[in-house]
Every structure is written in C-alpha cells, then in structure tokens.
C-alpha cells in the first residue's frame, strides 16, 4: 500500500554505513537482473505512521478480551465467535475505503475490527474447555493452532500475488477476498460447531462418555462467579501472563514488520517478499501437529509429566528463536543467510502450542476462557507496541543498526520469559472455586452452629 520509492529514498541511507545492504552480490533480491518490476504502493505513509496503522487493529483487540471471554463462558462460545468473525469481515472490507480517506479513517477501522476479533479466541477456549479431553489437549491444541500457522501460509503468500497483480488494482483485492472468504467461514461456523459434546447432534454415545470421563471440569454445571483476587494474584497465572506478553512481542514483530525488514534492508520485490515471509509457518504447524502427539504419548506412557511438558516446550522454543535471531544479525546483508535462520528459527515456536499456549486450561478448565482473555489483553498490547517501537527505532532510515535494536530487544524479552515461567509456572489446578453444594452447606452449617454457641 505504500510508495517506498518515495519513503526511501536512498540517498538518506548512511553510504558509511557497511551494512547497508544496497548491493545483489549477496543473494536473490530484488535488485538482481532480470527481477521483475514491483508495484509501488499509493500512500506517502512513513515507517512512524505505518507503525501507528498496524498497530492500531490492537487499541481495539485489548478491549473485550475479558468480556468476551466471560460471556462466551456464561452463554454461548460458539455465539460470540460467530459474531466477531463475522464483524471482523466486514471491517475487512472497509479498509480500502478507509485507506482512500484518511490515516483517521484507517486507523478507526482496524480499532473497530480488532473489538470484533477481541473475543474470538477467549471464546475458542470456552469451547476447547468443553471438547478437550485432558490427555488430548497437546495435539487437539496443535491442530486446532496449526490453523493459524496455514492462514498466515496462506494469507502472506495470496496477499503478495494479489498486490502485485491488476484484480482490484491490487492491493483492496485482499481485503476484500479475506473478508468475503471469512463471512462464509462464520456461516459455516454455526452450522457445524456446538458450544460442547453434550449438546452435537451427530455424537456417539461413547464418544461423549469418552470425553467427559477424561475430564477435570464438569460441562454440566453452571460456571460459578469469578474469584477475581484469586486469580489475579495467584503466580502461575502472573508468570503464565509475562510469558504470553514475551512470546508475542517477538512474534508481533516478526509477524507484521518481517516483510519490512526483506523489503527495506534485504530488497525482495513484494511476490517474493510474501512468499519468503510464509514459508516458516506450514513448518511451525507441522512442528506443533508433531509435538502434540509426542507430548501425548510421553504422556500416556508415563514418561513425562504434564509439568514437564509445558516448561520445556515453552522455554526451548524461546531458546531457539533467541539463537536463531542472533544468527540473522551475524548474517547481515547475506540474503540466503538471513533468510535461511528465519526459517529455520521461527518454526519451532510450534512447540509453543503444546507449551504456555494451554496453560490456561491447566490452571482452570471452567475459567479458560476469563483467563485467556485476562492474558491475552496484556498480550496484544504488544500489537501495537511492538510496531511503534519498530517504527520509531527505524523511522525514516532503515538500516541494519536500527533492526539489530529491534532484534536484541526480542532476544532479551524472550529469555526473560523463559526464566519467569520455568521457575513460577505451574499445571496444578487452582483451588479458585469453592461453591460447590457441599462447600457452602457446611460453611453454613458452622456459621449457624457459631451464632447459636454464641447466643
């Protein structure tokens, strides 16, 4: 969407500079003979107010995370998903229109598209709460994720074709074929899903034993009000929040600001830079699919606990990109080099899914939901942190010093937040509710006894 020849203009970049990577000697960009002509964008946006507009889906997605989570716990998941999906699409498809506007009228769509996404995946993990067996949650949490890593695929590789191309004049044609493609998704939704097994018309009745009798949660009773002091000042639930704000601070980054960085430092055109931006998530769900059906025969068999399990596959993933975002800054200018620690690197962070990523139903299966929101309100907070940040450390002169900033600040955060959650994260089921019938009569029982001792 934006005009980068005009945004970048070289001879603002340091010629002093020894890794300014303006030279092809160095692998396949975009300024090697024969490399076919990009399509500049339309809008003189800088880094600094490109920064603001990605991030501004956020403002919105912190909004109703808890809210969301909450209703889809007390009335229906399916519901609120459905209906977020579908407003999300709409937003969708009003973007070209807003970008035509002004950078207000952008930035006021992406706020009102990220409150229809906010309580999406609070939401889901109303419903994974529901249909998760216990023992399963690695792998159905690896499948059910591995989504998110095949549209992103999907997303990225379409999204670069569609620029360049003449349908739509390029660049509106994407949202408007992602927001056509995702209304029909929601319709699709309704059709099939149910808030819980309990309620499928096409369920076996031995399916639904098997579920229900593995467990921790009773899908049958009301959820009791929430504990709020309790789970805001329990330490697994905190080191499990600072783990999710580390994780996606550095995928924020790498998510939406990735492509600037091949477009702006390594010079790939736009088809390429889409198609090399995606490349590390198919990887990343494959990764996932496999580690949740490990985790689960390690399980099973008694290998390993489920403690185990979520540490190791929430540090050594941490660990990994750490190292590997290291090898990128060594790299330089070397394109094939970068390019290759990139996909090498960034895929393990499917082990993730098996790892802090359903933490939340270890805590509390019949708060799930709450807590996913609590998190991941915290968490995509970062969404529009990490592109500001990013904006202002490269604003108006991209180069590698300035994205070994943003780099270094990605590997700090992530080995923080491997220390926090392999030292205070736990998978023990809090005590945070205690209404069960039983309870409460005989707290009743005592309370009468003591009045009437009294008397």
């Not at 379409?158 to 949202?175: A, E, Q, T």
């Not at 949660?217 to 709020?228: F, I």
């Not at 990735?258 to 494959?286: C, M, Q, R, W, Y």
């Not at 090498?344 to 499917?350: A, F, K, L, N, T």
């Amino acid at each position: 969407m934006v005009n980068n020849s005009a945004i970048y203009n070289e001879t603002d970049l340091s010629v002093t500079d020894d890794l300014s990577c303006r030279s092809s000697i160095y692998g396949f960009n975009s300024t090697s003979e024969g490399t076919k002509h990009t399509k500049d964008g339309e809008f003189l946006w800088t880094p600094a107010t490109q920064g603001i507009i990605l991030g501004s889906f956020y403002y919105g997605y912190c909004c109703f995370q808890i809210i969301g989570g909450r209703l889809a716990e007390i009335y229906s998941g399916k519901l609120v998903f459905a209906v977020g999906t579908f407003l999300a699409s709409i937003m969708a498809i009003l973007t070209p229109l807003a970008a035509w506007h002004s950078v207000t009228a952008i930035v006021l769509v992406r706020v009102l598209q990220g409150v229809s996404q906010s309580a999406m995946l609070p939401s889901l993990y109303t419903v994974f709460s529901n249909w998760f067996p216990d023992f399963e949650r690695g792998t159905l949490g690896a499948v059910v994720g591995s989504g998110l890593s095949i549209g992103t695929l999907t997303g990225m590789s379409i999204s670069g074709l569609l620029c360049n191309s003449d349908l739509f004049n390029g660049w509106p044609s994407v949202f408007y074929l992602f927001g056509f493609l995702n209304c029909l998704m929601a319709i699709f939704w309704c059709m099939l899903v149910t808030n819980s097994p309990t309620t499928h018309p096409l369920i076996t009745e031995n399916e639904l034993k098997y579920i229900i009798s593995n467990q921790r949660s009773d899908m049958n009773t009301q959820v009791p009000p929430l504990p709020w002091l309790k789970v805001l000042t329990s330490i697994p639930f905190i080191a499990l929040i600072i783990t999710q704000v580390g994780s996606e601070w550095g995928l924020y980054i790498i998510l939406n600001d990735l492509p600037t960085f091949f477009a702006t430092i390594l010079h790939f055109d736009i088809e390429k830079n889409g198609i090399l931006s995606s490349i590390p998530f198919p990887i990343k769900a494959v990764i996932a699919i496999t580690v949740g059906f490990t985790s689960n025969l390690l399980l099973r068999k008694g290998y390993a606990t489920v403690n185990f399990i979520r540490k190791f596959c929430t540090v050594f993933p941490f660990l990994w990109f750490s190292a590997g975002l290291v090898g990128v800054c060594l790299a330089g200018c070397n394109a094939v080099l970068s390019t290759i620690f990139f996909i090498c690197s960034v895929p393990i962070i499917g082990f993730a899914v098996c790892g802090y990523n359903i933490n939340h139903l270890d805590l509390s299966p019949e708060y799930a939901g709450t807590l996913y929101g609590i998190s991941n309100t915290f968490s995509s907070m970062m969404g529009f942190l990490a592109p500001m940040f990013v904006g202002y450390i490269t604003n108006e002169h991209q180069s590698f010093q300035e994205w070994y900033t943003v780099f270094g600040t990605v590997i700090a955060v992530l080995l923080f937040s491997s220390v926090i959650f392999s030292v205070f994260g736990s998978t023990k089921k809090q005590n945070w509710i205690d209404t069960e019938p039983e309870v409460k009569a005989i707290k009743q029982t005592l309370i009468c006894y003591n009045t009437l001792k009294q008397t």
